[in-house]
C-alpha cells in the first residue's frame, strides 16, 4: 500500500507559477511510476504527466507540453510537478498516483494507476 498526499495548490494569477507536491508513504517511491491528472467540474479526469520509476524517461500531453516538468526525488519520496505559465484553464484539482508497472502509453492512456492521491486544488485567475 502508498499513500500519496499532494500540497502546494493555491490560487495563483494567469502566468504565474507554481510547484506541487506529492509525498508518499507506505513505500517505496522508486517501485512505482509517477502520474499527474487533473479533474476539474463538469470534465473527465485527464492526464498531465508521468515520471518513470527511475525518473529517466517522462512522457507529458500535448494541452501541457512545454508549460509543466515531472519530477521526483525517490530518497525523499516526492514526485513534483512544477507548472510555469499558468492559464485559467489549468485551474483543476490535481492528483497524483502511483503504479507498479513501468511507464507506457497504454498506462498514460488507461489511467490504470494502482494508487492516488486526495488531490490539491489549483485556482488561475484570468
Known amino acids: 500500500q502508498v499513500q500519496l498526499v499532494e500540497t502546494g495548490g493555491g490560487v495563483v494569477q494567469a502566468g504565474d507559477s507554481l510547484r506541487l507536491s506529492c509525498a508518499a508513504s507506505g513505500s517505496t517511491l522508486s517501485s512505482y511510476t509517477m502520474g499527474w491528472f487533473r479533474q476539474s467540474p463538469g470534465k473527465e479526469r485527464e492526464f498531465v504527466g508521468a515520471?518513470?520509476?527511475?525518473?529517466?524517461?517522462?512522457d507529458y500531453s500535448d494541452i501541457v507540453k512545454g508549460r509543466f516538468t515531472v519530477s521526483r526525488d525517490n530518497d525523499k519520496n516526492t514526485v513534483y510537478l512544477q507548472m510555469n505559465s499558468l492559464k485559467p484553464e489549468d485551474t483543476a484539482v490535481y492528483l497524483c498516483?502511483?503504479?507498479?508497472?513501468?511507464?507506457?502509453?497504454?498506462?498514460?492512456?488507461?489511467?490504470?494507476?494502482?494508487?492516488w492521491g486526495q488531490g490539491t486544488l489549483v485556482t488561475v485567475s484570468s
Open positions: 498516483a502511483a503504479a507498479s508497472e513501468g511507464l507506457s502509453t497504454v498506462l498514460i492512456t488507461t489511467g490504470k494507476f494502482d494508487f
Open positions: 515520471i518513470s520509476k527511475g525518473g529517466g524517461f517522462t
